[in-house]
């Protein structure tokens, strides 16, 4: 079982930029791909970002390449996105999750976060 909670989210304004954290609970946190996704209501999850765990590779959304950056510390098993040159177009609830491999859908995604609003006002 993992549990995740992320934390960072807030108001921004456009061009700014905001860290996200998600933490883990889990003893297999370095066997695990991580990612972020975003929401807004009735519409389906949006990938953003993942990184793997075998070797840290990074895949990103073209929406948010160049801007946001997915990094990992398996050390305090916590995920991060850091958002620079926030749209308010990143409006969004971001979720972290987990996974045994690396995926850029949302579809069958067993372990995800509360969620973290990110507003970004222009």
């Known amino acids: 079982q993992v549990q995740l909670v992320e934390s960072g989210g807030g108001l921004q304004q456009a061009g700014g930029s905001l860290r996200l954290s998600c933490a883990a609970s889990?003893?297999?946190?370095?066997?695990?791909?991580l990612g972020w996704f975003r929401q807004v209501p009735e519409k389906e999850r949006e990938f953003v970002a993942t990184i793997s765990w075998i070797n840290g590779t990074t895949y990103y959304a073209d929406s948010v390449k160049g801007r946001f950056t997915i990094s990992r510390d398996n050390a305090k098993n916590t995920v991060y996105l850091q958002m620079n040159d926030l749209k308010p177009e990143d409006t969004d609830d971001y979720y972290c999750?987990?996974?045994?491999?690396?995926?850029?859908?949302?579809?069958?995604?067993?372990?995800w976060g509360q969620g973290t609003l990110v507003a970004v006002s222009s």
């Open positions: 999750a987990a996974s045994p491999i690396v995926v850029v859908s949302a579809a069958g995604l067993k372990f």
């Open positions: 889990t003893r297999t946190f370095s066997n695990l791909a």
